[in-house]
T-cell receptor, first 115, second 115 residues
Framework: GAGVSQSPSNKVTEKGKDVELRCDPI?????LYWYRQSLGQGLEFLIY????????KSGLPSDRFSAERTGGSVSTLTIQRTQQEDSAVYLC?????????????FGPGTRLTVT | AQTVTQSQPEMSVQEAETVTLSCTYD???????LFWYKQPPSRQMILVIR??????QNATENRFSVNFQKAAKSFSLKISDSQLGDTAMYFC????????????FGKGTHLIIQP
């Protein structure tokens, strides 16, 4: 079956512009995660959605970052007024429901470059 | 907060050799989950192996096995009969509660398998 998909695969934007990154999880997966991978900070957890519950936003680096998940499926990560330090690969992962379901399945990521 | 440390930024071995990647972590939790993920140049994160902290038996998956030392908070990955396709970044990751938290990753080890 189809895996986690992310779009766009690459995005170049000018400093100060807003960007939206999209994640399509595996069908039936109720948990969805966003991570950021950068040279300086490594892999960082950003936000977690479980079904229709309010998300855990504890990892968002600033109030310029927000995320939503519509209908418990597709998620968008929005970065407002982008800064050069936002340049990174943004990874999305999903996980199936049920006890004993550990594995997070990752998408290929979106490489964001802020110029 | 949890921390994960991978002390080997890069390792290089010959094909067919056995290699061990180190990982230590710090947590006050008594029950948790540990993972090794592989990230080839394609950026796709792939789960290699997982270990539940309450299980004493070390996990194995074909050529991959772990040495889990709970008291020492150590979780090393052994790759036997290494293959060229094993060349990738390897990340050790910690999860506090099943699914309720994002993964905490180490900085990664770049493993190069030489022909």
């Amino acid at each position: 079956g189809a895996g986690v998909s992310q779009s766009p695969s690459n995005k170049v934007t000018e400093k100060g512009k807003d960007v939206e990154l999209r994640c399509d999880p595996i069908s039936g997966h109720t948990a969805l995660y966003w991570y950021r991978q950068s040279l300086g900070q490594g892999l960082e957890f950003l936000i977690y959605f479980q079904g229709n519950s309010a998300p855990d936003k504890s990892g968002l680096p600033s109030d310029r970052f927000s995320a939503e998940r519509t209908g418990g499926s597709v998620s968008t990560l929005t970065i407002q007024r982008t800064q050069q330090e936002d340049s990174a690969v943004y990874l999305c992962a999903s996980r199936s429901p049920g006890q004993g379901s550990y594995e997070q399945y990752f998408g290929p990521g979106t490489r964001l470059t802020v110029t | 907060a949890q921390t994960v440390t991978q002390s080997q930024p890069e390792m290089s071995v010959q094909e067919a050799e056995t290699v061990t990647l180190s990982c230590t972590y710090d947590t006050s939790e008594s029950n948790y989950y540990l993972f090794w993920y592989k990230q080839p140049p394609s950026r796709q994160m792939i789960l290699v192996i997982r270990q539940e902290a309450y299980k004493q038996q070390n996990a194995t998956e074909n050529r991959f096995s772990v040495n889990f030392q709970k008291a020492a908070k150590s979780f090393s990955l052994k790759i036997s009969d290494s293959q060229l396709g094993d060349t990738a970044m390897y990340f050790c990751a910690f999860m506090k509660r099943l699914g309720a938290d994002g993964l905490t990753f180490g900085k990664g080890t770049h493993l190069i398998i030489q022909p």
